[in-house]
């Protein structure tokens, strides 16, 4: 094997991309679902779509990298999703220091309350944001969903490539 080239890590529960979705409105979960999609296109990634009330902590602790999508309400991320970080934070924390993420926010408004108040707990996380967060305000369109399935991509290879 040459210096520049890496070895693949084999297929199994570390080849994970997790993504952690709320929605009542349809928006964010197709947002999400873009995510997913996007993965799809690179071959030796497992995708998970998971929505935040029923998301596990075992589930995270598994992945290789994390995709958040999370409305704005109120300017502040949704609430099943603060459900997920009450309900694993303790138990995950050792677990996921230097583990990848992305974030994608759907916002009627800016979407930076919803953005500060997850990275903040993210960050108490210690994990490493890999992409720009992706905000789509007002209607989702179909360059959004564009942008979605392209971090989907770059997410699944570099989980494929070993870089996460």
């Not at 070895?7 to 964010?28: C, E, F, R, V, W």
């Not at 924390?93 to 309350?113: F, P, Q, T």
């Not at 007002?138 to 570099?158: F, N, P, T, Y």
């Amino acid at each position: 094997m040459s210096a520049g080239q890496r070895k693949k890590p084999p297929m199994d529960s570390a080849s994970l991309l997790l993504i952690i979705y709320h929605s009542q409105s349809g928006n964010t979960e197709r947002l999400a679902h873009a995510v997913e999609e996007g993965a799809r296109r690179v071959a030796g990634v497992r995708t998970r779509l998971v929505q935040a009330s029923v998301a596990s902590e075992q589930e995270l602790k598994e992945s290789r990298a994390v995709a958040f999508c999370s409305p704005e309400y109120f300017g502040y991320m949704a609430g099943a999703l603060k459900d997920f970080f009450d309900r694993t934070y303790e138990n995950v924390r050792e677990h996921v220091s230097g583990k990848s993420y992305a974030l994608v926010i759907c916002a009627g408004n800016d979407g930076s309350g919803a953005l500060t108040s997850i990275e903040r707990i993210i960050t108490g996380l210690r994990m490493k944001r890999v992409q720009e967060p992706i905000v789509c305000r007002g209607d989702v369109s179909a360059a959004m969903l564009e942008k979605c399935r392209e971090l989907g991509q770059i997410l699944a290879a570099g989980i494929e490539l070993g870089i996460y």
